[in-house]
C-alpha cells in the first residue's frame, strides 16, 4: 500500500545554548479536499476496500494525539542537540507568513534510530 496523508502539527519551540525544546502542542490529519477525499490509498495493493480504508484513516486519526503525548513525554522532553541531522529523518522547513512549515520524509528504519535514543 501506498498513500499521502498529511497531519497539521502545532508545537512551541524555546532553545537554551545548543539545545531547542520543543512541546507538540496539536497533531492531527489534515483531511482537506486534496488528501481527505479519497475513497482508497494511492496504491492499493493490500486490496483494501473502501470501508477498510476508511477504517484505517480512523484508527491513525486517532493514533495522532498517542503520538504526539509520546512526542512530549518520551522524545522532546529533554531537549534536541543541535545540529540536527538524523538520517532517518529527512527534514525540510519553510516559512510563509506569520508560519513555519516542518515536512518530515521518514525513512524504512526510523524505529531503529527512536529505539537508540539519540536525543
Known amino acids: 500500500m ?3 496523508v498529511r497531519f497539521i502539527t502545532a ?15 496539536k ?5 482537506d479536499s486534496k488528501f481527505g477525499g ?3 490509498p494511492i496504491r492499493n495493493n493490500m486490496k483494501m476496500t473502501t470501508n477498510e480504508y476508511r477504517e ?3 484508527h491513525l486519526g486517532s493514533s495522532a494525539e498517542i503520538m504526539k503525548n509520546w ?6 522532553h529533554v531537549g534536541v542537540k543541535f545540529p ?3 538520517d532517518e529523518f529527512i527534514t525540510e522547513v519553510r516559512f ?7 515536512m518530515f520524509a521518514i525513512k524504512e528504519d526510523m524505529t531503529s534510530f527512536l529505539e537508540k535514543k539519540l536525543w
Not at 508545537?11 to 502542542?25: C, I, K
Request: glycine letters at 2%.
Open 71 to 76: 512526542l512530549n513525554s518520551d522524545i522532546f
Open 96 to 102: 510563509d507568513d506569520k508560519s513555519m512549515h516542518i
Open 38 to 40: 479519497r475513497s482508497l
Open 27 to 31: 497533531h492531527e490529519m489534515n483531511l
Open 2 to 4: 501506498y498513500d499521502e
Open 11 to 25: 508545537a512551541n519551540l524555546g532553545t537554551s545554548n545548543d539545545d531547542v525544546y520543543v512541546r507538540v502542542q
Open 56 to 58: 484505517f484513516l480512523t
Open 84 to 86: 540536527y541531522r538524523p
